[in-house]
């Protein structure tokens, strides 16, 4: 079992990704998840105080597109491959609570 | 669970700086707009209001596996415009995803700025001096929409939902304001402002009622005089300006009546009820805010160069608050009259009428009266000053010139052919005359009032003798040639 991650963020994340986990599931989570946090300790104790932050490892920026239509995708298609529709809109279960 | 229910808000009394108690209200505001793009974000579909459902949509405004974002360069350039028009500072930004599980954005993200934004360091200028600090405003896109089915439409009770991704992807900038609003009037006319820049620098038509813009509002209270911010709720749902300010009265008292009898509210958002009068609590509290930003792997950062930041600069139309006050120089009419025709756009039509030598002050009268129309697209500055010289000069009275200024916006065109279609023509001095006399030979008694009459009897005669000029000519005598006769003949 990790100490940089426990089984409750574990818990707390997967219900925020609305994800069912089974006990035995958690734990492996929790390990896979602490090793990764653990490459990132290693990282992180580098010296990297004279490196540029980088937000992409490519060196570009104002990728842009003409603000031109083009055709939207066929809607009954579309429609077709969600568990139900109708009147032209996607037909899901109740949710509860507002929207964020 | 202490949930207090103040007594529902029934109009929009302002609570002005000072609330009951010796308490001051606090107010931040977030306005989402929707930018008047042809296409989406980061794809092609299009930025439409109003078309079928689900026909603006593709593979990447529905989050399919495999999609990828493009930024959209004018969302960007408009973005960017209204920063400068805000007095931002505009920045390199990174895109970031604020991670959420909800109906409304089917890639469970929603693709927005946090810790790099666009834009930020703005402030608005109120019509009375007061400034109003922006801290932020930055470019994210719209969600998508949801519609309730069953339990009375109330999200709580809903069967099922049903929903429509037009909306999702279209391009939006969120306008973040300091908690500086102290009043409701400010924050009204805080919404009302930005409108007009939004309109002034076509960056969106904020239409409130077709959700192109919305006004979200962070309501607290504390103790006047105090400087400390206080526990604070968001309030959402919010459809006009009016409700704005209904929103925020009610909120006020709501936590007041808290801090008073049971302590600090809880942090929360919470939705306006219009019908109700009141907010109502919103997600529960185990749904705390808890979004994950990260930077956005798939958008590379923006980031202006300083020639193109000129280039807005230079491109920037005059704003309202220059145009209140190049008006006010002009013409020195009131200032809320003022301030109405900056809001309608008809103070062009106004400054060049002002410059062909028209009276200022009977200039705006007339717009702010006349010209209360939605849609005057047939009266140009040409012809409406043309108009008004008529009626300074005497050819057109000012019933006349009234009905002129009717035709006008109603099919446009030149106000003399139009005076003339009408059969206005000025009447010549001698034909006005004659009728003078007749009135005067057929009403003895009450000219003996207007000409020996006291000062009261002299003005009740005056509007007797006008009316029936008036009367007799269907309104073409001009008033002031009328008085000038009466004056003359019981001299």
């Known amino acids: ?100 | 669970m202490t949930d207090f229910v103040a007594p529902a808000s029934t109009d929009d009394t302002p609570i002005e700086p000072t609330l009951p108690g010796g308490w001051e209200l606090v107010v931040g505001l977030e306005v989402h707009v929707e930018l008047d793009t042809a296409t989406k974000l980061f794809c092609g579909c299009a930025n439409q209001f109003g078309s079928e459902p689900n026909t603006n949509v593709c593979p990447t405004c529905l989050g399919l596996p495999g999609s990828l974002p493009v930024m959209n360069e004018t969302a960007v350039a408009l973005a960017m415009r209204l920063g400068r028009a805000l007095g931002c500072d505009v920045n390199r930004s990174v895109m970031a995803r604020k991670n959420y599980f909800y109906l409304d954005m089917p890639k469970d993200f929603q693709t927005t700025q946090y810790d790099q934004p666009t834009n930020s360091d703005g402030k608005i200028e109120l019509g009375d001096g007061f400034v109003v600090g922006i801290e932020r405003a930055h470019i994210e896109e719209d969600t998508g929409k949801s519609t309730h089915v069953g339990g009375g439409g109330r999200i709580n009770d809903a069967e099922y939902s049903l929903v429509d991704y037009n909306r999702a992807g279209v391009p939006l900038v969120e306008i973040v304001s300091r908690p500086d609003v102290r009043t409701i009037e400010h924050a009204k006319a805080y919404v009302e402002e930005l409108r007009g820049i939004l309109l002034a620098t076509g960056v969106s038509d904020a239409r409130m009622e077709e959700g192109s813009m919305r006004v979200d509002a962070n309501v607290s209270v504390r103790p006047h005089g105090s400087d400390e911010l206080r526990t604070r709720c968001e309030i959402k749902n919010i459809n006009s300006v009016r409700s704005l300010g209904r929103a925020i009265d009610y909120e006020a008292r709501r936590h007041i009546d808290l801090w008073t009898n049971a302590g600090a509210p809880d942090q929360e958002t919470r939705h306006w009820d219009e019908e109700g009068g009141r907010t109502t609590s919103g997600r529960s509290k185990e749904d705390a805010d808890d979004y994950r930003y990260f930077q956005e792997p798939d958008l590379v950062p923006l980031e202006p160069s300083s020639e193109e930041i000129a280039a807005i600069d230079a491109s920037m139309p005059m704003l309202p608050a220059a145009r209140r006050a190049a008006l006010l120089a002009a013409s020195d009419a009131d200032a809320d009259a003022i301030g109405i025709l900056v809001e309608r756009g008809q103070d062009e039509l106004a400054m060049v009428a002002i410059d062909s030598g028209a009276d200022g002050d009977k200039v705006v009268t007339r717009l702010v009266n006349d010209l209360a129309v939605d849609d005057w697209s047939n009266v140009t500055a040409e012809s409406f000053t043309a108009l008004i010289q008529m009626e300074s000069a005497g050819d057109l009275s000012a019933t006349q010139a009234k009905q002129v200024l009717g035709d006008l916006i109603e099919k446009g065109g030149d106000p003399a052919a139009l005076a003339a279609a009408r059969g206005f023509e000025a009447m010549d001095t001698g034909e006005l005359e004659s009728l003078v006399d007749q009135l005067i030979a057929d009403h003895p008694d009450e000219w003996s009032r207007f000409s020996r009459g006291d000062d009261g009897d002299r003005k009740k005669m005056q509007g007797f003798f006008t009316g029936q000029i008036m009367k007799a000519t269907q309104g073409q005598a001009d008033g002031k040639a009328v008085a000038q006769l009466l004056a003359q003949k019981s001299a």
Request: glycine content about 6%; hydrophobic content about 40%.
């Open chain 1, 1 to 100: 079992m990790s100490e940089r991650i426990s089984r409750g963020d574990v818990e707390h994340v997967a219900r925020l990704a609305r994800l069912e986990l089974t006990d035995d599931e958690i734990d492996l989570f929790t390990g896979q998840l602490g090793d990764i946090l653990e490459h990132a300790a290693d990282i992180e104790a580098l010296d990297v105080g004279d490196i540029e932050p980088t937000s992409h490892p490519l060196p570009l920026v104002n990728v842009l597109r003409r603000d031109e239509i083009v055709a939207s995708v066929d809607r009954d298609e579309v429609l077709a491959q969600a568990p139900a529709n109708e009147a032209g809109q996607f037909r899901v279960p109740p949710v509860l609570g507002e929207e964020p």
